[in-house]
């Protein structure tokens, strides 16, 4: 149902755009979100968008760097990464909450629509 695509190997300072596509049912009243797992870490939140694209939420080691987005028919959300870092490194999912009209949360138990990732390598 949910199709995380844009992935690949990029020197540091470069860029990326990731997309998530949804199929088979719509998710435009959902928040949507992006996480990310680094080898032998958890997986973390990234970046979260209200279900209207009203509000935006970053953690702290992307904010000013990376900016997430909605088409108008809520159904395909972007992950614009800049200015990438070696740290960066990590599959990154996209992931629709289970609550309609809701706010992004930061959790993973606040989702219950995973895409399958698709690997981010940021080379120094």
């Known amino acids: 149902q949910l199709q995380a695509s844009g992935g690949g190997l990029v020197q540091a300072g470069g860029s990326l755009r990731l997309s998530c596509a949804a199929s088979g049912r719509s998710f435009e009243n959902y928040a949507i979100a992006w996480f990310r797992q680094a080898p032998g870490k958890e997986r973390q939140f990234v970046a979260g968008i209200a279900w209207n694209g009203g509000s935006k939420f970053y953690t702290d080691s992307v904010r000013g760097r990376f900016a997430i987005s909605r088409d108008r028919d809520g159904n395909t959300a972007y992950l614009q990464m800049s200015s990438l870092k070696p740290e960066d490194t990590a599959v990154y999912y996209c992931?629709?909450?289970?609550?309609?009209?809701?706010?992004?949360?930061?959790?993973?138990?606040?989702?219950?629509?995973w895409g399958r990732g698709t690997q981010v390598t940021v080379s120094s």
């Open positions: 992931a629709v909450r289970s609550r309609v009209y809701v706010l992004p949360g930061r959790k993973e138990s606040d989702y219950n629509a």
